[in-house]
Structure formats: structure tokens, C-alpha cells
């Protein structure tokens, strides 16, 4: 039953009521409005406003529109539990939200206790958790995997709203009572994959139970009993689900995370290091081939410096030796030959009676142009035959050290 009233503030005017609403209901003058029995047909926007029964042009304005919807179905509410997975010491906070939130509801907290014959599960009624004002609950000293559900009520007689889908606090805790491994067992798999479950403890019956990253909830159809408490999944589905065992005296066992990757994900996990491994080989043997390089040119340029320093430091030792005996220049004409001019020495007292006389001296000539014949001549030919004589007329008179030469060709 719902009853909505119409006020008007102010005076003590004796007022006349007019309602207006989008729904089917047809409302009287009354200043309230009573539905004895709601259906959907109810639903729809309310308003009223007043006039005067002294003077009838004195009217109010509409009221604010006020939103009335009926349903068939109970509301469902909504739970959530804070945190999802268990921590020494820490406490679990319930929060269960009505679907159309409204004053006046209670709220309920039930454990959810495995029932494998019903293949469902029953609820039991927390501490001090009926009929709680807070839509919060809290629990203390919470150790092991356990289930909640709420559900909220109102009115006289009390009209409740259906049970909450079950949500789930995990510990990954292995305890005596009931545990669950996992084979293989490792951090991610594969949709290829297959999984066994075992489930251990001290009981005959076992399901497994699985909660979605989706925040879907259900009993593990696709796992296959291989007899006794041990499953197989040969078919894992892509995405995290958490998975856990529930024994027939309702016990539930430690919480396992599995994360499913597709096949592709599979060849990616190959593929990525293998060409990240090649390109830094290539790399690095390009740097090594840099350096190499490198240091070969290094090494070149270090042996033609010091070969050239030799060269230049042998050149320039011969050049000494000879600078003061050798007398070199090359001789003009056609023929490309350079003269090497060494004297004998003066063996006379350097006075006239040594003026003409005949010098011998070595004459050296050396061919530059590789076509051209090499040649020597020896100027000691004392009959006058020589190729170099002197020649008074020609040249003037030799004094001293200093000769005068001529070249015949």
C-alpha cells in the first residue's frame, strides 16, 4: 500500500486538492492519494497543488513532480566485499546496496554454506545480522575462503527483497581441513593448456567453484572428475578466474588465481624475445666490426708514420755523410743524367807549376729515365782520351781545388 500526501504551507485557508499523473490511477480531491494495492500500472509521475474554497481564482502552483515505479519483481540488492582476497590481521567490510535505493530498508548478512545434494548453497544468519539498520557489516578474525550473501526488507508486514548473488573473500592459506593444488603450477596458461585440480582433506565429497574476472559465479562444469578428488580442465577459458574446492560438511579450501592467455599470446611470448635476441646481435657485431675497423686504421696510420719518420731520419743521415764530399746537380741537355763529382785532392804545393795539370777525378752518372742505357765513366785516361779535359780556352784555367769540366754526350 502507498499513500502520498499533499501539504501547503502557510494561513489556515481550507484548501481544495487536484492531482495529475501520467499513470492509469484516477485520484479523488482528497489531500491523500492512497493505493491499496500497487501493480506496474501505478507506475508514472505524481503532482497536486491546492485552490481556495473562499476565493476560487486563489491557486498554488503544481508541486514538484514525484516518481512512483512498481515492479513484479523483487529488487534484487547488490553485495560487494572489501577485500576480495584475505590478509593476516585484516578485517572484511560487506556493503549491500538495494537496487532502488530508498529509506526505510533493513539488511540481512548470511554466511553461504555449500550444499552439494541441492548442488547450491544454504545461508546462514551472521552475528547480530538481522535487521541492521547500516547497509555495512563487518567481520573480525576472518582466516579462511568464505561466502556471503544479503538481502534487505521493509514495511508492516515486512516485505523482503531476494538474496544477493554470493560473493567470496579468498585466502590463498593452505589449511588441514580443506586445500587445493594446482598442476602445473605456474603463474600464467595457456587456452591450449590443460589443468588438473586436486582437492584434499578429510572429506569423500568435493565440487570445484569458480568466480570470473566478469564477476561471474558458478560450479566448475567443464572440470573432469578423474576419480577420487582430482579434475581435469582440458579447456581453459581466456581471462583470470580464481577456483577453489567446497567439501560436503561446507568447508572451503585456499583460493587459486589462474590467468588464461590466448594461443596467439603463446606465439607472441616466443616471437618477442627471439627477434629482440637478433637485433641486438646484429648490433653488436656491427660495433664490433666498427671497432675493429678502427682500430686497423689506427694501427695504419701509426706504421706509415713511423716508417716515414725512418725514411726521412736515413735520408737525412746520408745527406750529412755526403754533404761535404759529394757535389751532385743535374746536368742539362737532353740526356736525363745527374754527375757525381769527387776530387781527388790536390797532391801539388798549389803554385803555377800545378795550373794545367791534368786531374783525375770519378765521375758518376746515373740514368733517371728508365729507357736510357745506364753509363759510367772513370776520368783517368792520361792520353787526353777522356770525356771530360780540361780547356783553357773555352772554360778559363783551373786554380787550386776548383776544376773546369766539360761534358760530352
Given at each position: ?13 481550507e484548501?481544495?486538492y ?7 490511477y ?12 500497487t501493480?506496474p500500472?501505478?507506475?508514472?509521475h ?17 508541486s ?17 566485499v572489501?577485500?576480495s ?27 553461504a554454506v ?6 547450491s ?7 547480530d ?20 550473501v544479503c538481502r ?19 585466502s590463498?592459506?593452505?589449511h588441514?581441513?580443506a ?12 587456452t ?8 584434499e ?39 583470470v ?10 568447508e ?6 589462474i ?14 624475445p ?12 656491427l ?60 797532391t801539388?804545393?798549389?803554385?803555377p ?21 745506364f753509363r ?11 770525356d ?8 778559363g ?13
Amino acid at each position: 500500500m502507498i499513500t502520498l500526501s499533499c501539504e501547503i504551507q502557510g494561513g489556515d485557508t481550507e484548501w481544495e486538492y487536484e492531482w495529475r499523473t501520467t499513470s492509469s490511477y484516477k485520484p479523488s480531491n482528497q489531500s491523500e492519494l492512497r493505493v491499496d494495492s500497487t501493480s506496474p500500472s501505478n507506475t508514472g509521475h505524481y503532482k497536486c497543488r491546492g485552490r481556495s474554497k473562499r476565493a476560487q481564482d486563489h491557486i498554488t502552483e503544481w508541486s514538484f513532480p514525484l516518481n512512483l515505479t512498481v515492479s513484479h519483481n523483487k529488487p534484487r540488492p547488490v553485495l560487494t566485499v572489501s577485500p576480495s582476497w584475505l590478509s593476516p590481521g585484516a578485517s572484511v567490510t560487506l556493503n549491500c546496496e538495494v537496487e532502488h535505493p530508498s529509506a526505510g530498508w533493513s539488511f540481512y548478512w548470511y554466511k553461504a554454506v555449500p550444499d552439494l545434494s541441492e548442488k547450491s548453497s544454504s545461508y546462514e544468519l551472521l552475528p547480530d545480522g538481522s535487521g541492521t539498520a547500516q547497509d555495512s557489516y563487518i567481520i573480525h578474525g576472518q582466516t579462511h575462503t568464505a561466502g556471503y550473501v544479503c538481502r534487505a526488507g521493509r514495511g508492516d508486514p515486512e516485505y523482503h527483497t531476494d538474496h544477493s548473488q554470493p560473493k567470496f573473500v579468498w585466502s590463498a592459506d593452505v589449511h588441514s581441513a580443506a586445500s587445493l593444488t594446482v598442476s602445473p603450477d605456474r603463474v600464467q596458461h595457456f587456452t591450449s593448456d590443460s589443468v588438473s585440480l586436486t582437492c584434499e582433506g578429510n572429506f569423500t565429497e568435493w565440487r570445484v567453484s569458480k568466480f570470473s574476472e566478469k564477476g561471474f559465479f558458478s560450479h566448475c562444469c567443464d572440470c573432469q572428475k578423474l576419480g577420487g578428488s582430482s579434475y581435469k580442465i582440458h579447456s581453459l577459458q581466456e581471462g583470470v578466474t580464481v577456483y577453489w574446492c567446497e567439501s560436503g560438511s561446507g568447508e572451503l579450501s585456499n583460493a587459486v588465481n589462474i590467468t588464461v592467455r590466448g594461443f596467439g599470446s603463446k606465439i607472441g611470448s616466443f616471437i618477442v624475445p627471439f627477434i629482440i635476441g637478433l637485433v641486438s646481435g646484429i648490433i653488436l657485431v656491427l660495433l664490433l666490426l666498427c671497432c675493429c675497423r678502427k682500430i686497423k686504421d689506427l694501427c695504419c696510420n701509426s706504421l706509415t708514420q713511423s716508417q716515414s719518420t725512418n725514411q726521412n731520419s736515413a735520408a737525412q743521415q746520408k745527406a750529412n755523410k755526403n754533404e761535404n764530399n759529394v757535389y751532385s746537380s743535374l746536368l742539362p741537355g737532353d740526356c736525363p743524367v745527374y754527375e757525381i763529382i769527387r776530387s781527388s785532392g790536390n797532391t801539388g804545393s798549389g803554385g803555377p807549376a800545378d795550373e794545367h795539370r791534368n786531374v783525375t777525378s770519378t765521375l758518376e752518372l746515373k740514368v733517371i729515365d728508365e729507357k736510357t742505357d745506364f753509363r759510367k765513366w772513370r776520368n783517368d785516361d792520361t792520353d787526353g782520351s777522356s770525356d771530360y779535359e780540361d780547356d783553357d780556352h773555352e772554360t778559363g784555367s783551373a786554380r787550386g781545388r776548383g776544376h773546369t769540366l766539360t761534358r760530352k754526350c
